[in-house]
């Protein structure tokens, strides 16, 4: 079993940055296979970013493309969102994901075995 915990989300001002952090317990874990989704009320939880097959690069969301990195520290079993250049569309859930056998990120949130808890991310203007 894996167990993830988001972290870092908040309030930010339009054009500003977070970093969310995704600290994953279990023996399962394998931090390629991690990524992020999220979710703004009233609409259907959105691919974030995730690392490519066999982990050669990333992937990204059309709408957070060149604005969001995602990164990993294997020894800490951490997964990164680092977002810049916030928009007042951004605003959401934002959900670290896992899955136990995906190793290409995928943008359909049903191939994922596991999920945070997910953290607020609120963007004023």
């Known amino acids: 079993q894996v167990h993830l915990v988001e972290s870092g989300g908040g309030l930010v001002q339009v054009g500003g940055s977070l970093r969310l952090s995704c600290t994953a317990s279990?023996?399962?874990?394998?931090?390629?296979?991690a990524g992020w989704f999220r979710q703004a009320p009233g609409k259907e939880r959105e691919f974030v970013a995730g690392?490519?097959?066999?982990?050669?690069?990333?992937w990204y969301g059309d709408s957070v493309q060149d604005r969001f990195i995602i990164s990993r520290d294997n020894a800490k079993n951490t997964v990164y969102l680092h977002m810049n250049s916030l928009k007042p569309e951004d605003p959401a859930v934002y959900y670290c994901?896992?899955?136990?056998?995906?190793?290409?990120?995928?943008?359909?949130?049903?191939?994922?075995?596991?999920w945070g808890q997910g953290t607020q991310v609120t963007v004023s203007s």
């Open positions: 690392f490519t097959c066999a982990d050669t690069s990333t």
């Open positions: 994901v896992h899955s136990k056998t995906l190793s290409c990120a995928n943008n359909k949130p049903t191939r994922y075995d596991d």
């Open positions: 279990g023996r399962t874990f394998i931090t390629s296979h």
